[in-house]
């Protein structure tokens, strides 16, 4: 299997604080992204990072990338209640966006 | 823009019917989409990348004649759960690839339930 770990499975912070999650993959990428899924529902694009990118921020998310040892993290900063989500990272298999293979997810909940 | 549909959003069924599920391009023409299946609390898995006007390519371990999926326009794919059983049961959910992007766009989902 190609499929991705993520690390922690779960996690539980307060509102205001910085949520980080970790992804790790097996094969040669062109890029990796991020999504986050909300309970029951579908799938919503949070952010690209290319595999000759090292770093990128949009809003309150910054992810960075490390191909040596294969790995990316996610983190959101000033966490909100509404941030409450399972995310998940994402590899192409094939060095196209044709095959996305998804990493196991991190359900993070955020409490007031 | 780049929404996605799919209906319906859930559905229940008796073991050995069909079951339709749509998936839409609303804004946009998709040449490429894909079919996902979601177990509870688990990642989504590949079945299917279906292209518009030719035969799917499934994954292993997915069997063609039990997902049926037809790509017969670039705003439409269909995916029909054939004598679907109890353990079809699980959260269904395509994606359209806009074509020149590197970004697939997730339609809501569809659960599943055959009783």
């Known amino acids: 299997s190609q499929q991705g770990e993520e690390d922690p499975q779960a996690l539980s912070i307060q509102e205001g604080e910085n949520a980080t999650m970790n992804c790790s993959y097996k094969t040669s990428i062109n890029n990796l992204q991020w999504y986050r899924q909300n309970s029951g529902r579908g799938l919503v694009h949070l952010i690209l990072i290319r595999s000759n990118e090292r770093e990128k921020h949009s809003g309150r998310l910054r992810v960075t990338l490390d191909t040596s040892k294969k790995s990316s993290s996610l983190l959101i900063t000033a966490s909100r209640a509404a941030d409450t989500a399972s995310y998940f990272c994402a590899t192409d298999a094939d060095g196209t966006a044709s095959k996305l293979t998804f990493g196991t997810g991190t359900r993070l909940q955020v409490t007031l | 823009g780049a929404v996605v549909s799919q209906h319906p959003s859930r559905v229940i069924c008796k073991s050995g019917t069909s079951v339709k599920i749509e998936c839409r391009s609303l804004?946009?023409?998709?040449?490429?989409m894909f079919w996902y299946r979601q177990f509870p609390k688990q990642s989504l898995m590949l079945m299917a990348t279906s292209n518009e006007g030719s035969k799917a390519t499934y994954e292993q371990g997915v069997e063609k004649d039990k997902f049926l999926i037809n790509h017969a326009s670039l705003t439409l794919s269909t995916l029909t759960v054939t004598s679907a059983h109890p353990e079809d049961s699980s959260f269904y959910i395509c994606s359209a690839l806009l074509g020149g992007r590197e970004t697939q766009y997730f339609g809501p989902g569809t659960r599943l339930l055959v009783l």
């Open positions: 804004d946009f023409q998709a040449t490429t």
